[in-house]
Nanobody, 118 residues
Framework: VQLQASGGGLVQAGGSLRLSCAASGSIFSVNFMGWYRQPPGKERELVTM???????TYADSVKGRFTISRDNAKNTVYMQMNNLKPEDTAVYYCNALITNLTTTDYYWGQGTQVTVSS
């Protein structure tokens, strides 16, 4: 099982980016899907998450600006980031709880850099 993240980049403050993360491999089901971020010199933190059929949750710092969505048929999660701020600069990681034929486990994507200039 692999998670492949994409969509990061450099953007000016106030701009938008859309991150994608696709799960591939021998997958039976995907429940939890979420995005974390790790700003320079800081701990990794949860940004937003969603469970299959559940209501998404967001960190207070991104509420009203970021939106998580998922395409269950494609085992893909997206995060639309609007009105980006310099403090959103971080490496963003996707995370998913995936069940294959033998196990259920959390998997991480490789991380994608988001840089917001002021």
């Amino acid at each position: 099982v692999q998670l492949q993240a994409s969509g990061g980049g450099l953007v000016q403050a106030g701009g938008s980016l859309r991150l994608s993360c696709a799960a591939s491999g021998s997958i039976f089901s995907v429940n939890f899907m979420g995005w974390y971020r790790q700003p320079p010199g800081k701990e990794r933190e949860l940004v937003t998450m969603t469970t299959k059929g559940g209501t998404p949750t967001y960190a207070d710092s991104v509420k009203g600006r970021f939106t998580i969505s998922r395409d269950n048929a494609k085992n893909t999660v997206y995060m639309q980031m609007n009105n980006l701020k310099p403090e959103d600069t971080a490496v963003y990681y996707c995370n998913a709880l995936i069940t294959n034929l033998t196990t259920t486990d959390y998997y991480w994507g490789q991380g994608t850099q988001v840089t917001v200039s002021s």
